[in-house]
């Protein structure tokens, strides 16, 4: 984190199997402010076991949320922000398309371990 002379707005992503959840924190003299968190229902494991592969459908509503929680980010002038994917994009055969289009909107997770 940041020096303690200034205030720093971060804002925190996790792209999960059943929804996406943002954290967006204000950090000042060694104290964390939350400003803003959501939860967006995406279902983005719809139906991945059977598949192996993230559907349009649920890509859709995943890029959907993403694209309005930048407005969000944008609003609070986030200076940092750290996205994570989990179990869905672990999985997913067609990983590497699904987030060269989460990228296409600006988010970068990282794939995390279990």
């Given at each position: 984190m940041q020096?303690?002379?200034l205030p720093q707005t971060y804002a925190s992503i996790d792209i999960g199997t059943n929804?996406?959840?943002i954290l967006i924190v204000e950090y000042?003299?060694?104290?964390v402010n939350i400003l803003f968190e959501d939860e967006y229902i995406t279902?983005?494991?719809e139906g991945l076991s059977k598949t192996k592969r993230v559907n349009s459908r649920a890509l859709t509503r995943c890029l959907k949320a993403l694209l309005s929680y930048k407005a969000v980010i944008k609003r609070?002038?986030?200076s940092d922000i750290f996205c994570v994917a989990t179990s869905a994009m672990r999985r997913a055969t067609n990983q590497k398309?699904?987030?060269s289009e989460i990228n296409n909107c600006g988010f970068y997770p990282k794939v995390i371990t279990g």
């Open positions: 020096s303690d002379h929804t996406i959840t000042y003299n060694n104290r279902m983005l494991g609070y002038g986030v398309q699904v987030l």
